[in-house]
């Protein structure tokens, strides 16, 4: 993964290549759940005991009941995505189901997190699914609970993407007007011919595709290379009033926020950057595959500070970044209005 820490969002300036573990360790996070199962992880964290044991919810009926009755508050994990998550401090049971296109009826899973120190990764999975005794796996059936209404579903799919227009769209003689490489610190614009990256490991995007919900947004970017671990696609938020004129590049001052969307594997985390902070907030999970990802930002993840300050955004400036041997190159590739965002609402009525 590829961050870019920027004067505004953090005191390190420069770019820092992490591993998976480092990646979820710069979260602001208790615990830090991956779901590696090839379907949307719902799920709640239900606190245990301190000798490490529940009292309720070891019986399929019991646990099929509690999921019904906490069906509004389930968390979501895409396919082969990551989520930060408050721990409770002691040890706890997953509880949930798997959805997938491939499964006419939702696997249960169960598994029980131990207490550890830090910010420990738990992997979910196929070795989670609740067996029962003849070796079946239990299941909930879709006409027992009614999932959350959703036209858009982060599940590695996109065909419901077909019917939403870009924001932006791009082709294959697009080339950006503005390029910063960043090395030791220090950064420059260089020119086409000077690149490195461009076209390749995701750079060169075809198109943008952004909608928004009653209270969440979702957006899919494809590109005409493969996405590459060394990959980041940033948009940078300016509010309505600014003194001057910023340019093409984020200047000091000029950008109250911004978002980034490392390519860290299969899914990952799309992270919030505030100015003048240390660490991003996880505000939401995308899944990706050779060309494409798609991903959402829920809005429960945002501070309250945040949230008022939306309203004070007039411009998105997107870019993609590379780190390379000889640096990272930031390449600015198109910039639109919060007004281009099209409603789901207007696209599924």
Same mark, same amino acid.
């Given at each position: ?78 396919? @082969? ?100 490489? @960043? ?25 943008? !595709? ?22 980041? &696609? ?27 969307? /490392?390519?860290?594997? !299969?899914?990952? /985390? ?15 999970? &995308? ?12 809005? !429960? @993840? ?48």
């Amino acid at each position: 993964m590829t961050t870019l820490r920027f004067w505004r969002f953090g005191k390190n300036k420069g770019f820092l290549a992490f591993l998976f573990l480092a990646i979820a360790g710069s979260i602001q996070a208790d615990w830090v759940l991956r779901n590696t199962f090839n379907g949307v992880l719902h799920f709640l964290l239900v606190p245990m005991g301190e000798e490490g044991k529940i009292s309720v919810i070891d019986q399929v009926d019991e646990a099929k009941a509690f999921l019904k009755e906490k069906n509004t508050k389930l968390e979501r994990i895409p396919p @082969y995505s990551f989520l930060r998550i408050k721990g409770e401090g002691g040890p706890a049971l997953l509880l949930g189901f798997y959805v997938s296109s491939d499964r006419p009826a939702y696997p249960l899973v169960r598994a029980k997190l131990p207490s550890a120190s830090g910010e420990p990764v738990f992997v979910i999975g196929e070795s989670d699914l609740w067996k029962g005794k003849s070796g079946q796996h239990e299941v909930i059936y879709p006409w027992e609970l009614e999932l959350p209404d959703g036209n858009i579903r982060i599940d590695n799919r996109y065909l419901e993407w077909r019917t939403v227009p870009e924001v932006k769209a791009f082709n294959t003689s697009f080339v950006p007007d503005t390029i910063i490489r @960043y090395r030791g610190g220090a950064s420059e614009k260089v020119l086409l011919s000077q690149s490195k990256e461009w076209p390749s490991k995701g750079s060169a995007v075809e198109s943008v !595709k952004i909608v928004l919900g009653i209270e969440n947004l979702f957006l899919m970017i494809s590109a005409f290379s493969p996405l590459g671990p060394s990959t980041s &696609y940033w948009f940078y938020l300016r509010p309505e009033k600014i003194e001057g004129s910023p340019g093409p590049e984020p200047q000091k001052g000029s950008w109250i926020l911004a978002v980034e969307i /490392p390519i860290v594997g !299969k899914g990952g /985390p799309i992270l919030l950057w505030i100015p003048n902070t240390e660490k991003p907030i996880q505000i939401g999970t &995308y899944t990706a595959e050779l060309f494409q990802l798609e991903g959402e930002i829920e809005s !429960k @993840y945002l501070p309250d500070e945040v949230k008022r300050r939306v309203g004070e955004i007039s411009r998105i400036l997107m870019s993609v970044v590379v780190q390379g041997r000889e640096g990272a190159e930031e390449f600015f590739l198109t910039e639109f209005s919060p007004q281009d965002i099209p409603l789901v609402s207007e696209i599924f009525p």
